[in-house]
């Protein structure tokens, strides 16, 4: 069983929806990072949190630290937001790496 | 804003060689990660390094892979003898500083091994 699970693994939704990302971990975590790769490959870091919730423009990332889950929202979706996302999470015993999801494949049509 | 560069883009082998892939990390950053990505497959990490040492190593990490701060700048992975399945999206990341900080990627070297 993988430590970080995504859900769902792809989604597609039409320009201007709502959209919700799911992750849920099964390990101790302090703290999780939600990326954005795009097509050529490249990661690029949206959020990391370790409480509550940040907002960053039209996204939303939200944890909750005792039922081991996390989301990120889209509002006003929109095709530039195609990309896999994906949340990674710095685990509490050892060093600092990231455990990853397995991504969530977004694509949004116009 | 500061970045994490890594070169080359694309690097292609054959089977048996050496490679090194290179990174320049975030100047004032002193945490710095390998991570790979094998087509189609999630990241993995492989290795972490503080201080001028490793500090983790995953069990990918094996003797053919070694990593290295030679000049204060750049930070690299070297694979001695690769294989084709070290074919995949080789990722540096680095961190500023201790706890749990945000980690900044490179944009990957993309290796294929022939």
């Known amino acids: 069983k993988n430590e970080v699970e995504q859900s769902p693994q792809n989604l597609t939704a039409q320009e201007g929806e709502f959209i919700t990302i799911n992750c849920s971990y099964s390990v101790g975590i302090s703290a999780l990072h939600w990326l954005q790769q795009h097509p050529g490959g490249g990661i690029v870091s949206l959020f990391m949190l370790s409480s509550g919730k940040k907002k960053h423009g039209r996204l939303i990332a939200t944890i909750n630290i005792q039922e081991k889950h996390s989301s990120l929202h889209i509002t006003a979706s929109h095709p530039r937001d195609s990309a896999v996302y994906i949340c990674?999470?710095?685990?509490?015993?050892?060093?600092?790496?990231?455990?990853f999801g397995q991504g969530t494949r977004l694509t949004i049509n116009p | 804003e500061p970045e994490v560069t890594q070169t080359p883009s694309h690097q292609v082998t054959q089977m048996g060689q050496e490679v090194i892939l290179r990174c320049v990390p975030i100047s004032n950053h002193l945490y710095f990660y390998w991570y790979r990505q094998i087509l189609g497959q999630k990241v993995e990490f492989l290795v972490s390094f503080y201080n001028n040492e490793i500090s983790e190593k995953s069990e990918i990490f094996d003797d053919q892979f070694s990593v290295e701060r030679p000049d204060g700048s750049n930070f690299t992975l070297k694979i001695r003898s690769t294989k084709l399945e070290d074919s995949a999206m080789y990722f540096c990341a680095s961190q500023e500083g201790q706890g749990y900080n945000e980690q900044f990627f490179g944009p990957g070297t993309r290796l294929t091994v022939l």
């Open positions: 990674a999470a710095f685990r509490i015993q050892g060093a600092q790496k990231l455990v």
